[in-house]
């Protein structure tokens, strides 16, 4: 079945550590996606990638950082840079800018 | 920069009931689309309306667009408890690097 895939559900971190969260997809989808969710604040747009080896910062870019080195996979490093980085983190995959979004299940992240 | 912002923040209706939604937006967009949200889940796309289209329906749901407000509706007819969740409205910005941004959200609480 194809779909979108984010690992681990739940993440606990420790202060001063770097992270990464992992997110496929077998959707053949050109462009991926990393939001943060916090209550109230909606979906905020960490980066995306319209295509391999290339990506953007989004509006909260800053204390994060990915890499797109094949279609399938856009992992998420949070680094000790981010201040604030517990959140409920999304990943998701359209055709670039054709069609809806798929959406991974989501990773919690806590730091402990 | 959130370019979505969707009213009311919060919507109770009693089942049976109709629940209509708002989405307005700032920038030009190549189509906006309307997502789904349960606790603590991934989104659900639900519909996606061009930027030359006015209206589109997929079975309960209705989405209007009026690209020279700026702003689009999505009416859930005839509403369930299950339709209970988070809904967001999120616009494909035109442009060369289009990304998609979602806004905060609303919440929907539908009475048995």
């Not at chain 1, 960490?46 to 290339?54: C, G, K, M």
């Not at chain 1, 680094?79 to 990773?107: D, E, H, I, M, W």
């Not at chain 2, 702003?71 to 859930?76: Q, R, V």
Request: hydrophobic share 30%; with cysteine.
């Amino acid at each position: 079945d194809g779909g979108i895939t984010q690992s681990p559900k739940y993440l606990f971190r420790k202060e001063g550590q770097n992270v990464t969260l992992s997110c496929e997809q077998n959707l053949n989808h050109d462009a991926m996606y990393w939001y943060r969710q916090d209550p109230g604040q909606g979906l905020r747009l960490i980066y995306y990638s319209q295509i391999v080896n290339d990506f953007q910062k989004g509006d909260i870019a800053e204390g994060y950082s990915v890499s797109r080195e094949k279609k399938e996979s856009f992992p998420l490093t949070v680094t000790s840079a981010q201040k604030n980085p517990t959140a409920f983190y999304l990943c998701a995959s359209n055709r670039g800018g054709v069609g809806g979004a798929f959406f991974g299940q989501g990773t919690r992240l806590t730091v402990v | 920069s959130q370019q979505g912002e969707e009213d009311p923040q919060a919507l109770s209706i009693q089942e049976g009931e109709n629940a209509t939604m708002n989405c307005s937006y700032k920038t030009s967009i190549n189509n906006l689309q309307w997502y789904r949200q349960n606790s603590g889940r991934g989104l659900v796309h639900l519909i996606l309306i061009r930027s030359n289209e006015r209206e589109k329906h997929s079975g309960r749901l209705r989405v209007t667009l009026d690209t020279s407000k700026k702003s689009s509706s999505l009416l859930i007819t005839a509403s369930r408890a299950a339709d209970t969740a988070s809904y967001f409205c999120a616009t494909d910005a035109t442009g060369a690097n289009s990304k998609l941004t979602f806004g905060k959200g609303i919440t929907l609480s539908v009475r048995p």
